[in-house]
């Protein structure tokens, strides 16, 4: 069953229960009111032909009629009609136009301008029901039509006094009945509108939604108009199909990087592969015919060799990191005491190729980081080998400052070399990006280097990013999570304080 079938089934159960209702309520104030319970019966009928009479009305009524019948001559005497009156019951006999006798209770009011005034009547001793108003009392009465012994009309009025209102409720009350039925209608159905539309209206939205992605297509945008439950359902979708597109167009991103990278390494493959497939020709052809020449091509088949093997290390390791495949060991390193080690290192390799490398420690303590040395190592030297590749001053150098915040360690590695284009500079970090001008002979590489820096660096907890400046260098930062003497982090340090 849909939701909008039940809002309707809803609207109609409502609907109908409220009629129940409204009939139940009217029926106990007007019961209330007038202390008849018949009333329903009677309430359509414009007089009081079919309406029954109170026991006291009933009596009074029988008793004038027969005395009507039999002598009414005795009609005209106040003492004998007056034995006729019961509580709450007044009597009126009225001759042609002339009132003859009243109850006490209505005697001074000016009867004849109150009674009704009758067409004419449809034969003796005919009567009628219906209610009148005296003065600012309402009455139902019994009226009957006589005649005297000499023939002229005579009218008997047997009156009951009854609450003022129910002359105008008996009046009205059908017409308010029927109008509140239509404006609660009018009202709970517009109300049923309101709400379902407020429901079903997003759940459609969301259902077209859904029938876009199933087709493919994720460049839309849905909104959530409010913040109750189908609102926040509506915020999730969007917040879903954001990050489902962001994932589509994360994948085409990383199908054209692989793609790119496929050629890259095709082509950084196919090099050394023709150098050494001539130079192994070479060497068979007889071209190689001295020892210094063959010693020459073994050599440069040999480079060649390790390029490669190096290259498809290198790609090898990007895969495991990117799968998660190698385990990382962390353990409290003295930081400190392990950069003097690497530059040291880094100082002796540099050397041979008229490099200086300067390092500098701003902090006066020894500071210890929560780390995987093997690993940590292993994004020095891409750091610093990526620095080389791209100096072009006459004298070459290489800068590495080690630095400390309350919570973190910051270690910077900087050149002097060619700098880096803003436009680059953004993406260097980027799965498989290669900048243009580092395909050539000269540098090389797979464009991994710093990818591969950058996912260990973030395994560590922290941060990676370059600043540049095109024909002054460049400055690669890292950050790492600083610990204790006791081996704790900041965060862990701040509860044990606690």
């Known amino acids: 069953m849909s939701i909008q079938l039940r809002f309707i089934l809803t609207y109609i159960s409502i609907v109908f229960v409220f009629i129940i209702l409204l009939f139940l309520s009217g029926f106990l104030i007007f019961f209330s009111i007038t202390g008849d319970a018949d009333f329903v019966r009677k309430l359509y009928s414009h007089s009081y032909e079919y309406k029954l009479l109170t026991p006291e009305e009933e ?44 109850s006490e209770s209505i005697k001074g009011e000016n009867l004849r301008k109150y009674l009704p005034k009758h067409q004419k009547s449809k034969g003796n001793h005919s009567y009628q029901q219906d209610m009148l108003r005296i003065g600012k009392q309402y009455f139902t009465y019994i009226n009957l039509d006589f005649p005297f012994s000499n023939q002229e009309k005579g009218n008997i009025y047997v009156l009951r006094k009854i609450s003022p209102y129910v002359g105008i409720i008996n009046r009205i009350f059908p017409f308010l009945i029927f109008l509140l039925l239509i404006l609660v209608i009018v009202i709970i159905g517009f109300l049923n509108y309101l709400v379902s539309r407020s429901i079903i209206k997003p759940i459609r939205e969301l259902k077209e939604a859904a029938e876009k992605i199933k087709q493919g297509d994720l460049h839309f945008e849905i909104s959530a108009n409010s913040k109750d439950e189908i609102g926040e359902l509506t915020q999730a979708f969007e917040e879903m199909r954001q ?52 010693s020459k091509y073994l050599l440069t088949i040999s480079t060649k060799a390790k390029d490669m093997n190096a290259l498809i290390d290198e790609l090898f390791l990007f895969s495991k990191l990117d799968l998660h495949e190698i385990p990382f060991v962390f353990k409290k390193l003295n930081i400190s005491a392990f950069m003097e080690s690497y530059v040291q290192e880094l100082q002796f390799e540099m ?16 500071l210890y980081a929560k780390a995987d040395a093997e690993q940590l190592r ?18 070459r150098r290489i800068d590495i400052v080690l630095s400390a915040t ?24 980027d799965r498989f990006y290669r900048a243009e001008q580092s395909r050539n002979s000269n540098t090389g590489g797979s464009g991994l280097g710093l990818a ?47």
């Open 59 to 102: 009596n009074a009524f029988l008793d004038l009629k027969l005395l009507s019948e039999k002598k009414p001559e005795q009609l005209l005497r106040p003492k004998t009609v007056k034995k006729y009156e019961f509580e709450n019951i007044d009597i009126v006999i009225q001759k042609n136009t002339e009132i003859v006798y009243a």
């Open 243 to 294: 990050k489902l597109k962001s994932s589509v167009e994360l994948q085409i991103q990383y199908e054209d990087n692989r793609k790119q990278l496929l050629s890259s390494i095709s082509h950084d493959l196919r090099t050394p592969i023709t150098s050494i497939v001539g130079y192994v020709e070479g060497i068979q052809d007889g071209v190689a015919n001295t020892p210094d020449k063959l």
């Open 351 to 366: 050397s041979e190729h008229d490099i200086d490398v300067l390092f500098s420690n701003d902090s006066l303590t020894t």
């Open 378 to 395: 292993r994004v020095l030297i891409n750091l610093t080998t990526n620095s080389i590749k791209f100096m072009d001053k006459e004298k």
């Open 406 to 429: 309350e919570s973190e360690l910051i270690i910077e590695i900087k050149d002097n070399g060619s700098g880096i284009s803003p436009e680059a500079l953004a993406h260097i970090f």
């Open 452 to 498: 591969i820096a950058k996912q260990i660096v973030e395994r560590h907890g922290g941060d990676i990013w370059a600043l540049s400046k095109l024909g002054e260098g460049t400055s690669i930062f890292f950050s790492l999570q600083k610990m204790n003497e006791n081996g704790d982090t900041h965060e862990e340090d701040i509860i044990n304080r606690r």
